[in-house]
């Protein structure tokens, strides 16, 4: 195993939580490691768990803003169904400091590569590290309409997705807001949750006649103009808000985000961008194992897969690192010279 060349495992900064310490942790100068872990989340902490249990030196760098962090729970994750998400970061965060792995607060803001391979991470912190593999999990942002109301309920009673929110807000009044063409499906879908589901065309476009059928046939009502806010109660909200005044009252709001992975780190590496088939965001393109093609570089969570739930995420990050340990495992033995040793 190789150690990290600053401090070692054990020292006081390594039991700091990502959650609430500061700084970068180790101090000026690049540090050695196996490994660096570009965000603290359910895929990076699920890699760092693994290559911590593979004897690797890791280390997380997180800036501490999980996607999930506004929703007071977390669903479907088997055996942590209706866990606090922020809660289960600490968890996994323990876990991995509990086999030698450290999790520290920053934001990376370049990767760039040494003449000998390695690659070199700076943090915003002016920390630098130097590692001989590298895993990308820096999550996506959600990107939806910039309308009053929706912001400060997002996560809450604005949510986009029902396999999270779906059983909490079952048989409640919905309200889908329509951004695009596939406002129709999420109106659509949502009707297995609930009896009760408006549709607000607001920027989507006029839906076909079949659609409108379809949306007729599970009783969606279909609300044509632009929503101009989202009203809000008591902490909750309780309506939909036209520009023409007229407001329809609403339990809760679907919205459907364009799901922009975080990638700004991977792109000067030569890492790819693509589109997500479902045309709901763009992710970066990787093998089965999160591999980029770029030498050294894997990703993992919702940056190599925009739809990855949180038990994706953490999974993701898992067959990441068992991918590059592998890889490592070759080069190790490789470098101790034991290739010219095997059998023809
Ligand atoms: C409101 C909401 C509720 C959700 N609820 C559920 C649910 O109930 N069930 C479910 O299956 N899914 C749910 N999801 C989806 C879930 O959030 C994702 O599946 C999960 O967060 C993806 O994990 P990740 O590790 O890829 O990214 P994240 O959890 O977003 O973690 C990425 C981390 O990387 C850090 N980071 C980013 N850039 C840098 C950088 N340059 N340097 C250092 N660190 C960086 C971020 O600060 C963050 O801490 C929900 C999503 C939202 C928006």
Partial sequence: ??????????TSRDTQDTGTGSGDGIGSGDVDIDVAVVGGGLAGLGAALTLGRARRSVLVIDAGHPRNAPAAHMHGYLTRDGENPLEMLRLGREEVRGYGGRVIQGTVVSITRFPDGRLR??????????????????????EYPDLPGLRERWGRDVVHCPYCFGWELRERALAVLGT????????????????????????????????????????????????????????????VRLASGEVHPRDAVVVSPWFAARHDLLAPLGATLVEHPAGIGRQVQADASGFTGVPGVWVAGNVLDVTAGVMQSA??????????????????TTRAGNSAALPT
């Fill in 180 to 239: 695009s063409p596939l406002a129709v499906m999420a109106a659509l879908m949502w009707r297995q949750w609930s009896g009760d589901v408006v549709l607000f065309l607001h920027t989507a476009p006029q839906p076909t006649a079949q659609q409108l059928a379809q949306l007729a046939a599970r009783d969606v009502t279909v609300i044509p103009g632009e929503v101009a806010a989202i009203e809000i109660d008591q902490d909750r909200v309780t309506g």
């Fill in 121 to 142: 991470l700076t943090t915003a912190e002016g920390a630098g590290y130097r590692a001989r593999r590298v895993v990308v999990a820096t999550g996506l942002v959600d």
């Fill in 1 to 10: 195993m190789t150690n990290l060349t600053s401090t070692g495992p054990g």
């Fill in 315 to 332: 999974a993701s990050g898992v067959t990441a690192a068992a991918a590059l340990n592998a890889d490592l495992t070759l080069e190790d």
